[in-house]
């Protein structure tokens, strides 16, 4: 009979303590309706609002009723060519994207993302890199991880296409867009990106700018503005939900 192997009893032991730090450690749905067991339970994932590319403007998100560019993105034209939203910011979504963000749960990141694995499978094809949209030091050390690194690592398990950590940086703090007006979001966003002083040039390339939530277009707008050194081809855009209007 063979010796187990370290990745055997790795996986055995993983399998015996699992149960146990269930009880002690159980896992809560992140929708807000803190039932035991799911990360996401069945009823607050069938409340989610998925955004239908088929309705809604291919630029900022917008409804429609169809896939039309609406009046604003004509009038003020964003920095990236498309975006692409995958849940309405409301209800349970609301409330689990509130749990990734802010009350550290990872694993309800990941599962918002993978729930929209189909979609971005479809936008593989359309870009080539990802680089996803990043938080200060200070940020950094106070909740212990990026949201949009966590999201921009799902997509590349998907796509297989890389992820650019480093290549942009934020230089200063800012307010969470989502709590202001329009115009403190532009005042609030303005100057906040730079990209790193020797980063490696984008010719021809085609970047995802990934971010957790969508309001106005500020946030991305200001990043595209400090990837502009690098030559990139083309930005598409990409945010795991959109707030309502």
Not at 152 to 170: A, D, M, Q
């Amino acid at each position: 009979m063979p010796w187990p192997t370290v990745l055997s009893l790795t996986s055995l032991a993983r399998s015996l303590l699992n149960p146990v730090l269930e009880l002690i450690y159980p896992t809560y749905c992140g929708g807000g309706c803190g039932r035991q067991g799911d990360v996401l339970c069945p009823e607050c994932t069938d409340a989610f609002i998925y955004l239908d590319p088929a309705v809604i403007c291919p630029i900022c998100g917008r409804f429609l009723g169809k896939a039309l560019v609406c009046g604003q993105c004509v009038t003020h034209p964003h920095s990236f060519r498309s975006g692409s939203y995958g849940y309405s910011f409301e209800g349970p979504l609301r409330e689990a994207l509130h749990a990734f963000k802010f009350e550290g749960r990872k694993d309800v990141g990941r599962a918002l993302v993978r729930g929209l694995a189909g979609r971005i499978a479809d936008l593989s094809d359309a870009f080539d890199v990802v680089i996803p949209l990043p938080v200060t030091e200070k940020r950094l050390k106070k909740r212990g991880f990026n949201q949009s690194f966590i999201i921009s690592e799902e997509i590349s398990k998907v796509t297989g296409k890389p992820i650019e950590y480093s290549t942009l940086r934020k230089v200063r703090e800012t307010l969470d867009q989502f709590a202001l007006s329009r115009e403190e979001r532009r005042r609030n966003v303005k100057g906040a990106f730079a990209s790193k002083p020797g980063a490696r040039q984008m010719k021809d390339m085609r970047v995802l700018l990934v971010d957790d939530l969508y309001t106005t277009g500020s946030t991305a707008g200001e990043a595209c503005k400090a990837l502009l050194p690098l030559k990139f081809r083309e930005i598409l855009f990409f945010a795991l939900a959109r707030t309502p209007e």
